[in-house]
């Protein structure tokens, strides 16, 4: 096996319009030059890193990449063609690599569809959030339903290895009867796999000032959001899907390997923009400041950690408490080392075991279905 991450995070921060509930580091750049001028910037930062880290690029093999944003599938085939093969200048690439892009409806056609597969792309991520017009309307994403259905026609179209639905539950004045038509239309489309994640609302967002009262008579609250939760995982469990993580459910063999690579707190590379990186025991973040970052990897450098927004070394300690709060949401659960026992607590654990929250013998932990819902309580607890 390789000494170094074996997956490569890319953020691409541009996108057609910003949403309202938005806190990510996402811009509605429209003038090419500066796209252009980010897109340099990044294929420098990779090259700076790879030197400076003097990885020897035989000693590599990536098995995931993920393009994340922002919105990827604004930019050209051309222009996420030379990413990779900057990546593949510096890596060599797993036979059955996984090369995720996040794509909006709205922003793609057939020829363009093309030009991401031939450029390697093997996976798409749709940013559905709903099959809800007036929903939509309200998260003004700037695509319709109708972009969304041409998007699924495109896909099918290309064929691509695997493709998901993002969607998001909980939206402002959102029933548990429009959770469940949007379901019924994203299994009917055929997507193997479904993203599902509770709306957040962030400050700092025109959503943040709408809904700073967080009981807002628009928002669902604890006991609705838990309906709704149980809604998609009976949905979708009932038709050949499975919850690997708590909000991700997949056909098998359709789980995102790259997501699981975070979620299994392994180390990965990741370059772009407010991209946040894990390596030799260091977890690592650039700035979200478009200018500063291309200021910086205006050339090639020497990385050091300066140029980073933060860089922290992760103990031993903090490590294990990751592992233990990233793998215990997923299916799967979590061998128990020694170590990992030391850090649980044990009266906890009896108690959510007496409570048939989780499942636990001397060597393996994994919460139950029940527990999924309450998971960051539950995990929290056990970390008391
Ligand atoms: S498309 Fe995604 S990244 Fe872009 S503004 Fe909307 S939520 Fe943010």
Not at 29 to 48: C, P, R
Not at 370 to 376: E, T
Request: hydrophobic share 35%.
């Amino acid at each position: 096996m390789s000494q170094y991450p074996q997956s490569i995070y890319i953020h691409l921060p541009f996108c057609k319009t910003k949403c309202p509930y938005c806190d990510f580091a996402s811009f509605t750049e429209k003038n090419k030059d500066i796209q252009s001028q980010y897109l340099d910037a990044l294929a420098n930062e990779i090259t700076s890193f790879f030197q400076t880290h003097k990885i020897d690029k035989d000693e590599t093999l990536i098995k995931t990449i993920f393009f994340g944003g922002g919105t990827p599938s604004i930019h050209s085939g051309e222009e996420i063609a030379n990413i990779i093969k900057r990546l593949q200048s510096h890596t060599i690439f797993d036979n059955e690599i996984e090369i995720t892009m996040e794509a909006n409806p709205g922003t793609i056609n057939l020829d363009k569809l093309y030009e991401f597969k031939v450029a390697g792309i093997n996976r798409l991520s749709i940013g559905t959030q709903t099959f809800n017009q007036k929903l939509l309307d309200k998260l003004a994403r700037g695509h319709t339903v109708e972009d969304t259905f041409e998007i699924i026609e495109l896909i099918k179209k290309v064929n691509f290895k695997s493709w998901s639905f993002d969607l998001i539950y909980g939206l402002p004045k959102q029933t548990l009867e429009d959770l469940e038509d949007t379901l019924d239309l994203a299994i009917k489309q055929g997507s193997p796999h479904i993203s599902a994640y509770a709306l957040s609302i962030e400050t700092n967002t025109p959503f943040g000032d709408i809904y700073k009262n967080s009981y807002h008579p628009e928002l669902a609250q604890e006991t609705e959001l838990a309906e709704m939760y149980k809604l998609l995982d009976e949905k979708l469990t009932n038709n050949n899907f499975e919850r690997y993580e708590v909000s991700n459910w997949a056909q098998t063999k359709h789980e995102c390997k790259h997501n699981l690579t975070y979620w299994r707190a392994e180390e990965y590379f990741a370059f772009g923009l407010s991209a946040h990186g894990y390596f030799k025991s260091h977890r690592f973040a650039n700035t979200r400041e478009l200018q500063k970052y291309m200021d910086i990897y205006s050339d090639k450098i020497t990385l050091s950690s300066d140029k980073y927004d933060t860089y922290t070394k992760i103990k031993e300690a903090e490590q294990l408490e990751e592992e233990i709060l990233l793998k215990l949401r997923l299916k799967e659960g979590l061998y128990l080392s020694p170590q990992i026992k030391e850090k649980l607590n044990q009266e906890k654990l009896n108690y959510y075991q007496s409570q048939d929250y989780l499942e636990a013998n001397n060597k393996h932990i994994k919460l139950k279905d029940k527990a999924f819902f309450v998971s960051n309580h539950i995990i929290a607890d056990l970390l008391s």
